[in-house]
């Protein structure tokens, strides 16, 4: 047996070289190398959220709380680059998620610790955890889910705006909270995005807007009247748009409750064209 054994391998030595086959290779074996342009943006977005981590740190929040906006950008951007270019994989999925949780999770919650929720002691503490651990399951959420959801809307509050909020929030007030009074109400502005998060109530998305379709004039005006109010009064600007788009998906469901209960109102109820009918059959037998 072993004389047999050592003869095949020597005659597999010696056979000559082929070329290997498309067949030969398998199928699930992990492809190596990765699309470097999203990958950057990508980079650049974890890159944001540890430079936030870091000013933080030092308490130059008007320094850490825009690196946020930056990081929102950049995560808007690799993937819609990946996908105008043929570039997505699932290694990019994977590499945003976890760039997301160091940007849209750990940043924010520390930043809004270092910043207003220090003086609540475990109380603050614990509710910047659970940004984090919301943020987590939002993001898994999300892959898992991905392809089999409605475009227009989000399921839950997207990360990134519910990073929005602190951000916004301490960009307007970088002076910080010092006081246990005055850090109680802060509470709200990291809890409440971290429970919008796992919810199931639908955020717009605005995937469905094209900026190539035409537009009347007067859209261009509003634009342009936005960028110069945002330009002009930027922390305000960015307070109301963060709490806003929070608010929006309530005034939202607000909306089409209305509208479904004036629909409601104005369609007549099963069976009463008949009940009119014969009510008026027995009116004419009386009259006869």
């Not at 906006?69 to 993937?79: F, P, R």
């Amino acid at each position: 047996m072993m004389k047999e054994a050592r003869s095949t391998t020597r005659l597999r030595l010696l056979q000559p070289l082929r070329r290997r086959r498309s067949t030969d290779v398998d199928p699930h074996r992990l492809r190596r190398g990765v699309y470097l342009l999203p990958s950057l943006f990508t980079l650049g977005n974890m890159f944001c959220g540890y430079a936030c981590i870091v000013y933080s740190m030092r308490g130059e929040f008007a320094t850490a709380a825009p690196f946020i906006g930056v990081a929102i950008v950049l995560d808007m951007l690799d993937g819609r680059i990946a996908r105008m270019t043929g570039t997505s994989s699932q290694f990019g999925v994977e590499f945003d998620s976890l760039a997301d949780i160091i940007s849209f999770g750990m940043a924010p919650a520390l930043m809004a610790f270092m910043w207003g929720l220090q003086p609540l002691g475990r109380l603050g503490w614990a509710a910047g955890f659970i940004f984090v651990a919301c943020a987590a399951v939002r993001l898994a959420r999300f892959n898992v889910q991905a392809g089999s959801q409605d475009r227009r809307f989000f399921v839950g509050m997207p990360s990134p705006a519910a990073a929005g909020v602190p951000a916004a929030t301490v960009f307007f007030l970088p002076e910080g909270l010092h006081t246990y009074a005055e850090a109680l109400p802060a509470l709200g502005m990291i809890v409440v995005p971290a429970l919008l998060m796992v919810t199931t109530i639908r955020f717009r998305s605005f995937k469905n807007f094209d900026l190539q379709s035409r537009r009347s004039y007067p859209s261009l005006v509003l634009f342009a009247i936005g960028i110069a109010l945002l330009a002009s009064h930027t922390e305000i600007m960015l307070v109301v748009m963060a709490y806003t788009y929070l608010v929006s998906a309530f005034i939202e469901m607000a909306w089409h409750r209305v509208r479904s209960r004036d629909a409601g109102s104005w369609q007549p109820a099963a069976g009463s064209e008949k009940a009119e009918d014969v009510a008026g059959s027995k009116r004419q037998r009386k009259a006869e």
